[in-house]
Nanobody, 111 residues
Framework: QVQLVESGGGLVQAGGSLRLSCAAS????????TGWYRQAPGKQRELVAS???????NYADSVKGRFTISRDNAKNTVYLQMNSLKPEDTAVYYC?????WGKGTLVTVSS
């Protein structure tokens, strides 16, 4: 059974930083692409960042230069380092691998 468990969300002031983690069981991140998505209230879910099995990363224009996706193969965990956070980054952040989704972690950025 595949499980993706996100953690690290919370409340932070604008300009601050958070690091999200996505720990996986039942699936190995090194053989599949992994993505972080987010969904703000009243908006569609959007891709924030992704990392392929080979380690190639991709970012939404809105987060380039501020967010970094990385992977710890030994821990089978993918991270999203978020710096210079803005109120518009407020959303529930979800981890995705193949057809599997985590339950999300809420990030709230206050102005």
């Amino acid at each position: 059974q595949v499980q993706l468990v996100e953690s690290g969300g919370g409340l932070v002031q604008a300009g601050g930083s958070l690091r999200l983690s996505c720990a996986a069981s039942g699936i190995i991140f090194t053989i599949t692409s992994t993505g972080w998505y987010r969904q703000a209230p009243g908006k569609q879910r959007e891709l924030v960042a992704s990392i392929t099995s080979g380690g190639t990363t991709n970012y939404a224009d809105s987060v380039k230069g501020r967010f970094t996706i990385s992977r710890d193969n030994a821990k089978n965990t993918v991270y999203l380092q978020m710096n210079s956070l803005k109120p518009e980054d407020t959303a529930v952040y979800y981890c995705n691998a193949h057809i599997y989704w985590g339950k999300g972690t809420l990030v709230t950025v206050s102005s």
